[in-house]
């Protein structure tokens, strides 16, 4: 993953509207997917393990409402 790929993901989420349903679901795949890369690629301890621990909020189910 490279910075032009994630302006590509921005610029699909931007042109999702207006369905929000589906811009939100674009976004927590692309701040997931980020933090993925982030986990597997840097060389900085730290910023692995903080995107790991990120990550964890993925495994919890709960429901999602928009006011």
Sequence with gaps: MDVSHVRQRVQ???DAAPDFEV?????DD?????LAAIGRTSTDP???ALAGAAL???EIT????CA
């Design 12 to 14: 699909a989420i931007a």
């Design 23 to 27: 811009q939100h679901s674009r976004e």
């Design 30 to 34: 692309l701040f997931a997917d980020v």
């Design 46 to 48: 730290h910023a692995r």
């Design 56 to 58: 964890k909020a993925r």
């Design 62 to 65: 709960f429901e999602r409402a």
